[in-house]
């Protein structure tokens, strides 16, 4: 497991890519962003699987 922490304001389309790829270069399967700067810390993770698009 990878686990991006980050504080900003949000999390940024750019974010989703860079884990991704920390996912394929650690080969690992599933990776976290997580993002400090929001009121309720539920709101500010991101879970992503590699191999799977969770947009659908």
Do not use: Q
Not at 30 to 53: C, E, Q, T, W, Y
Request: zero cysteines; hydrophobic letters at 45%; aromatic letters at 4%.
């Amino acid at each position: 497991m990878v686990v991006e922490a980050k504080a900003v304001t949000r999390i940024e389309p750019v974010h989703e890519p860079r884990l991704l790829s920390y996912l394929k270069l650690s080969s690992a399967k599933v990776g976290l962003i997580s993002n400090f700067h929001v009121p309720l810390l539920k709101a500010g993770i991101k879970r992503m699987v590699l191999g799977l698009d969770e947009s659908t």
